[in-house]
């Protein structure tokens, strides 16, 4: 018998929801045993489908590499909340939940019903998520921040931002500000950031920017220290994460 071949995909949710949910992903009849995770500053739930039923997770941001165990062959569907935003669905706390992840039973506030049962349409199991998120939303009806602003505006400049202008923004002091940051996003605002222009470095990467003009662009001091960055983040030299990179896109 042929083993099913093995997919990867993600889809935005629908309009309303994108404010709190950046997007779906849905793996299919997984072939690998790990996968590396790398800091993002998001809070991802996590529903693990194989012939014996399904398993729900949630997962912390990380603030350096991990290595996630998997079960080949399993079906892996995600929803990967906005920084700040999974309080709008948990009982937990971002901060709570930092470089772990925990059953999701009792930290979900919502119920997830019938959506492993959808599994076998793609579209279906995306529309049903977006129908208990919002119904959700309907029966608690979120409510946004200064520090929502201060988030989207470290996010919008990768990290730039200077976190004294980021707590200007929420309008508390400096302490107050990095203490309710941490509690909502999981790290710290300066992590955030650094964190945030990592990624866009990878972004960056993945577009065939050469290190030296991505550094520059980015604000980093000199490629040394972007290099020192993707050390901590990505375990390995920019360089070597772009031949990583490439070499997955070829092995799929």
Known sequence: MDTPSASFQTRLPQAPLQAYVSHYWLSRHNGDDHHTVLPDGAVDLVLEIDARGSRAFVYGTTTKPHQQALQPGSHYLGIRFRPGQGRHFLRATAAELTDTHEAAAGLLALDLQDVPERLADDDAVFSRLDALLAQHLRLHAPVSTALDTAIRAIERTHGVLPVTTAAALQGK??????????????????????????????????????????????????????????????GCTPAAHARRSVDFLQDH
């Open 173 to 234: 002091s400096l302490r107050q500000f990095e203490r309710d940051f941490r509690e909502a996003v999981g790290v710290a605002p300066k992590l955030f950031g650094r964190i945030q222009r990592f990624q866009q470095a990878r972004a960056l990467l993945s577009r065939r920017w050469s290190p030296a003009e991505i550094a520059t662009d980015l604000g980093y001091t000199d490629q040394s220290h972007m290099s020192h960055e993707f050390r901590r983040f990505a």
